[in-house]
Structures are given as structure tokens and as C-alpha cells.
DNA sequence: AGGATATTTTAAAGCGCTTTGGTTAGACTG
DNA sequence: CAGTCTAACCAAAGCGCTTTAAAATATCCT
């Protein structure tokens, strides 16, 4: 059942079908109710391909999920979009996938921008002086950035969490512990949040004449192997650390292992913060959570990022959008005072 | 720059011009050289929405996702649609993403069906009696199923693991190593996978005559938490499990946290088999991988998947087709024998 | 050379919507 | 009652491609 056909079936005009279901005002509120009903009657649906090559939108929006060949799809990524998707179907819109090694990044931006299939991007896990954001510019492309690139002083639209005041509290945390010896297992610093991150933890040291310890810092992808063997490396020093802060629940499995390899246990004899990113596979709550943590949801922040987009597909010229949101630190079962 | 301005610049009617892009044999090879380099140069690359209307055809794959209110994104549907998209980008398709709460898959599947949105969808996480491919063979709308409903008897596509035999094995692992308590924690049994791993468990126990315990089944969403509380809870029982057999590596990690939690050893005092879907952030490898596993690459069956549907799309008339994966049973250090 | 055939190019008709720029009929004004 | 408004509807153009049917040009053969 196509336009034409059901205003056939109804003796009306494309125009004043079209309109009907629209709730355009000039048509009779009688008419209209004849013709959503007759659309409910016989499942008409507008055809997207049509619509959209009428109106020139494409009702869609782009994620770009940066892949390389050890990291495929991070959890956190996924929780991002479910929040995300709430926006969209809200609002009308669907969501395109495409999966980017970092090599092809810009060519696709670049087709996604001149093939015209979706009207704004979303830009993951942005890197320290990012070419996607220069890109974007460029291409004229709305898009909002899930983090920031602090490198990049150009305005552009953002949500982000406060990536260094929170590893900073969390260090000073530990520090207020007693523990001197503190491993900072971080996710990849070619990352911009990473960078902050550490940023924070080197701060709270220097700020407690502690000094930060090169050999105390990790820094990588994120998965459960890597964090065991970063923490596995770590305990195995002669120096050990006594506390660890782990960028991801996900790299701090791996953490938990080691230290349970060691003969650890987590809380009494050594203390354990991680981000927490509220991924549903990985909760983190209860009472006294396992982990004491800086938390800050990620499905939520991927449900604003998509609205902040939306707004601005809606109007364009407007000025930038940003948010930043706030990562409470969260006390839990893994932290204690230094053991003498 | 559109097709129009593309041929008015190269002194040639649009037709020529679509002609030569698309490599159709009527058009002079110079010509169509020629055509070529000018759109690259000019970045022209033809609007897909407009392609679509033409064609007829959405050059989009969709992909809905199952999600109730705990369990939002699962890391295995990202690490299958990693795969996925592989085979898409290759063929020149695009993937359409939507996340859907059970209440609206039935809506969700007719909008998209009638509105043309996707040339075909992937079905996710097939439960018994799954009311979504009776609705999709009716809409007529190609699909490929992840997995089987072993209760609909009807034809239609797949691409499975052999859940059965992979959980028979690895009881029988289990068993030869002379466990007679054996916990299952596994996925929602509303689920067909689950099903069959509970029955390929079942099954080996019985033909050792030791028999099943329902004490010992443990049936849920399987996330780090569920993960834990069910071992936690089988091992508070008088008659402890000596044996987990766990249904994802991420429902593993809180076995693994529970067993720890209760002073054990895993391979030593109590073995743990895991089904693994290899994924990239839980990687299960190396020479002797920490948990013994029944093994299957999502990744890998998510391109198969893919282009399946694909040959499909292509072909809508032909057969069926199915392709079942093999799971094969590989000893890691997480099993041993029953400690007397 | 000149018709027949093969190759290359083109004009124009869709694809199924939205939207512009009307037209028509009835209501209202003075 | 002519003239003006307004409410309700419609014909047709246009979105940017693909594809059909036909025209123009090149190549071949006797």
C-alpha cells in the first residue's frame, strides 16, 4: 500500500492524505480521522525512502565505533548506544552502525557525509588531538562528542564526565589511606579521557609530595587480560603497589584475578577504586558496593549525547552544546587503610 | 555536487554518467575512466537516499535488539554485530541498530517491515516458540536467526552452535574427572540456547545415571552479579557443587569471584567449564587458557550470519540456508580431578 | 559505397513521498 | 448582491537517482 493507493481507496488527494497524516492544519478534522484510520486499516506506512529523498533528512544518525584488530567492540560502547537509542526512537530517528578501523576513519566520515545517509554523527572515545572533530568541522556535519579533546580549543558540542577531578579525588582517597605504593591501570593514552585521568592521579601524588612512579602506571586497552597481567606485572615488583586504580570494572576483573592469584585479598590486605561506568552486565551497587568507585552511567550519558544531537540537527546554527557531568566517588568493600 | 551537476560538468547526460559508476558494460571504457577520476575529484558519491527510492532497495540490514529493563546491551550482541558489519561494509550495506523492549518487538518489526527501512533483519536471542519468525515469514521479510526455536518445525535460516553437544560434552568432562555435583548456572531458559545446554547437561548425567539435581540449576540473565549470587547460593548448600558449568565467560567472572569469595581454588578444589564466545574484552587463550571451555567464535558466526542474509537478500527465492558451528571442548587450567 | 550490425550515448519516465501554488465552495461583509 | 475571506482540497513540480526505450555514432561486410 503506497500514497497513491490509499488515496485512491479514499477519493482524496495525495496532497491532502499526505497532510492528513502529517497533522498539517488545513485539513478538516473529520477528513483526518477518516484517513488515520483508513492508514491503521490497511498498515500503511509513508515509505522512508521516499520521505526522506522528499524532505532531504535522513531520520538517521551515525555511530562510528572505533575498532582495532584486539578490540572489537567494547561493552561500554554498547551501553552507550542502548542509552542512545532511547533518544532516537523517541524522536523519529534510527541509528547506523558502522564498525571503523582507525585507518578508514575519515573515509567513512567522509561517505556518511557526501552519500547524505544520516544527518548528524556521534563521535566515540575521542583521542588526544583528534582529527575526527577538524573532519567534522569541515564536512559541516552535525555531531557531538562523547568525551572531549582537550588538545582541540575550537567550540564544539560535548558531554563528558569530569575524567581528572575524579581519579584525583579517588587517588587522594587512597592516599588519605595510608597507601603510598598506588598502580594507576589505565585505558589507552592515546585517549583523551585516559590522559585526564592520569592527569588527576599524577596530581593528587604531587600535591601529597608522594610523587608518581612511572613504574606504577599502566596504560592500555582495557580488557580483563590486560588488566590481569598489568596488575599480575605490578604485585610481582619488588616495590608492589598496596592499591590499584583501574580505569574500567572490565580491566578491573583482570585486576581481581591477580590479586587473588597473589593471595590477596581485596579491601584488607590491598585496596581496589575503579571507574565505574554502570554497565548492566557489571553492576557495581547494592548496600556496600564491591568496588569502591567513581561512578557515572554511561547508557545515561549516551541518551543526553543523542538529544544534545537531535537538538542540534533540529537548529543547526545555534551555538555549541556541552555538558559535563559529575562522577561521584562511591565507597565500597575494596578499600581500607594500609596494612602495617 | 549531485549527479546532474557531475554530467553537466563532464559534457555528458546523467545516464552515461550513472552508467559508468556503476560499472554497467554500455559505456566506453575512456569514458567511463574518465567519469571516474572527475567524481573523484569532485568527492561525488550518489545520495543514497535517493538510490534507494530508485532501487527500491534500502542497502540496509537491521538489526533488533532484545533488552528488558536489568539487561541492556549484551557484550555478545556487540562482538556478533562486530562481525556482522564486516560483511556488510563489504558488500556495501549499511546496519541498522534498534534496541526493543519485548512489548514493542512486534510493532518494532511491522514498522520496519512497512515502511522499508531494511532489506532483511537478523534475529537475536531466539526464545522458544519465538513469535518473531512466524512474524517475519509472514511479512515476508528476508531473515537470518542467530541460534534456532527448536520448537518451530517451520524453514527458515540459521546459523547455530550445537548447544547440546558442546554441554554434553562438558559434563561428561566433568563427570570423567569424577564430579558428581555439578552446578549449571546458565542463561534464561526462556531462551532455545539455554534450553539446549540444560538438556545436553541433563543428559549426560543421566546417561552416568548420576542424575540431575534442580538444587543445582541455576537459570537467569547472565551478568557478573547473577553470576555470583548463584554460585554463591549453590555453594551455601549442604551438599556443595564440586563443578560449575557456566554459560558465558561474564557469568564465569562472578562464579569465579564466588568461589574465591569461599576460600576455594578453581582446578584445584572445584573445576569450573565455560562456555566461550571469544570475546575480545574476555579473551579465554594462550597455551593453557585460565577455563576449560567449549569454544565458539559470536564474531565469527556474526559475519556467517551476515552474509547469509545477504545471499538472501541477493537470492530471496532459493532454500533456506543453515550452517551449524561446531563448539569444540578445550582443557584450560580451570578443571581437575574431584578432590577426595 | 552503403546497408546491416554493434557500440555508445541520450531523453525521459519513473521510484513514493512532500510541498508550492493554485482552485473551489461556502461564509461573511457592507 | 457583488466583493472579500477563509477553510478545505487538489494538480503538478521536485527530491536525485536508475532504467527503459530510442537515437546517434562507429564498425563491419559484401
Redesign the pocket.
Known amino acids: ?7 485512491d481507496q ?13 497533522n ?9 480521522q477518516r484517513v488515520k484510520l483508513a492508514a491503521r486499516e490497511y498498515n ?4 522512508t ?8 533528512r535522513a531520520m538517521t544518525v551515525g555511530h562510528v565505533i572505533p575498532m582495532n584488530s584486539t578490540e572489537v567492540f567494547n561493552p561500554i560502547f554498547g551501553e552507550f548506544i542502548a542509552g542512545a537509542s532511547q533518544a532516537y526512537s523517541r524522536r523519529g530517528y534510527e541509528l547506523l552502525l558502522t564498525m571503523a578501523d582507525e585507518d578508514m576513519e575519515e573515509s567513512i566520515y567522509r561517505g556518511i557525509a557526501s552519500k ?1 545517509s544520516v544527518d548528524g554523527v556521534i563521535i566515540h572515545a575521542p583521542r588526544v588531538n583528534d582529527s575526527r572533530i577538524k573532519l567534522l568541522q569541515q564536512l559541516q556535519l552535525p555531531f557531538v562528542v562523547h568525551g572531549r579533546d582537550h588538545s582541540n580549543t575550537s567550540d564544539y558540542s560535548w558531554i563528558d564526565m569530569n575524567n581528572r577531578r575524579a581519579f584525583y579525588q579517588a587517588t587522594k582517597l587512597l592516599i588519605d589511606l595510608g597507601h603510598k605504593n598506588i598502580c594507576l591501570v589505565n585505558g589507552s593514552e592515546t585517549l583523551n579521557f585516559a590522559r585526564r585521568r592520569r592527569q588527576g592521579y599524577v596530581d593528587a601524588l604531587c600535591d601529597d609530595q608522594t610523587g608518581a612512579n612511572p613504574d606504577l602506571m599502566y596504560s592500555g586497552d582495557l580488557n580483563e587480560a590486560n588488566g590481569y597481567s598489568a596488575a599480575a606485572t605490578a604485585l610481582g615488583q619488588s616495590d608492589a603497589p598496596t592499591a590499584f586504580l583501574v580505569s574500567s570494572y572490565v580491566g578491573a576483573l583482570g585486576v581481581r584475578r591477580a590479586i587473588h592469584e597473589a593471595g590477596l585479598e581485596i579491601g584488607s590486605d590491598i585496596s581496589v577504586i575503579i571507574h565505574d561506568d554502570e554497565l548492566s552486565y557489571f553492576q557495581n551497587d547494592g548496600d556496600i558496593p564491591q568496588f569502591t568507585a567513581t561512578r557515572s552511567s554511561v547508557r545515561d550519558a549516551g541518551e543526553r549525547a543523542a538529544g544534545m544531537l537531535l537538538d542540534i540537527i533540529d537548529d543547526p546554527n545555534q551555538a555549541p552544546l556541552t555538558e559535563l557531568l559529575d562522577a561521584p566517588l562511591t565507597i565500597g568493600s575494596s578499600t581500607g587503610p594500609l596494612k602495617k
Open positions: 500500500m503506497n500514497l497513491k493507493q490509499l488515496s479514499l477519493g482524496l488527494s495525495q496532497t491532502t492524505v499526505s497532510r492528513a497524516l502529517n498539517y492544519p488545513e485539513v478538516n478534522e473529520h477528513t483526518r500503511y506506512h509513508p515509505n525512502r521516499a520521505t526522506r529523498l522528499a524532505t532531504g547524505g
